[in-house]
């Protein structure tokens, strides 16, 4: 039974090359810390990752390649004001972070686990998906806008060190 279950929730959702995509095991939190820490200047503590991760298992997904996570997604439902319809009040997937160790970049790791990200929030009946991303952030900004997101508002001020944020939204519904 417990193999059973070790193995369904290593469950390759999509490959990329030789990469896995697959499901976060609560096992994954410790290597997704790490690349948070050298790729984002936006850190959480452990309790953080480990609370969005129970929360929402379906769209917290990591890349993995011979054996080593390489790359996180990790997101969250809210309900608050459509990005897109006047007045609408939705529940909306939040991309709180993603990213993919630097040696690994520009292989289709990102968008894979934007895409499952997605289809996770999807799994919950989301109406929307959102994300802030800095308005130097270019190469993000690029695989934004190439998943369909548009640039909806731009938050100032938004980062501890002052830079502003794009605020990027998709329809799902
Ligand atoms: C942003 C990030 C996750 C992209 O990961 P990646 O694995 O390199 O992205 P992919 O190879 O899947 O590229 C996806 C698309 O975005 C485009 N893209 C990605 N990085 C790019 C860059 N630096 N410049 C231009 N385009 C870029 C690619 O051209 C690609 O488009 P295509 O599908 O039409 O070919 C990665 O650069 C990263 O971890 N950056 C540091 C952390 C970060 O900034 N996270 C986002 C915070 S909001």
């Known amino acids: 039974m417990f193999l059973f279950l070790v193995v369904a929730l290593q469950t ?20 997704v810390i790490d690349i948070n820490m050298v790729a984002l200047p936006e850190h959480y503590s452990d309790y953080f990752f ?9 769209a917290f997904i990591v890349a993995e390649l ?25 529940k909306k997937g939040h991309v709180v972070s993603v990213a993919v160790l630097e040696e690994h970049r520009g292989k289709g790791l990102g968008k894979a686990l934007m ?6 929030v999807m799994h919950k009946k989301s109406d929307e998906i959102y994300l802030e991303v800095r308005v130097s952030n ?3 900004i690029k695989m ?9 508002s731009r938050l ?18």
């Open 12 to 31: 390759a959702l999509r490959k990329v090359g030789d990469c896995v995509i697959r499901r976060c095991d609560e096992s994954d939190l410790a290597a």
């Open 50 to 58: 480990e609370s969005i991760h129970r929360e929402l298992p379906e």
């Open 66 to 90: 011979d054996g080593k996570v390489v790359g996180y997604i990790m997101c969250k439902i809210e309900f608050g004001f459509s990005n897109f319809r006047k007045l609408g009040f939705v």
């Open 115 to 120: 895409l499952e990200g997605i289809n996770g």
């Open 138 to 140: 270019t190469g993000a």
């Open 144 to 152: 934004y806008e190439r998943l369909a997101f548009e640039i909806k």
């Open 156 to 173: 100032r001020s938004y980062y501890r060190d002052g830079e502003d944020a794009y605020l990027m939204a998709l329809e799902l519904s």
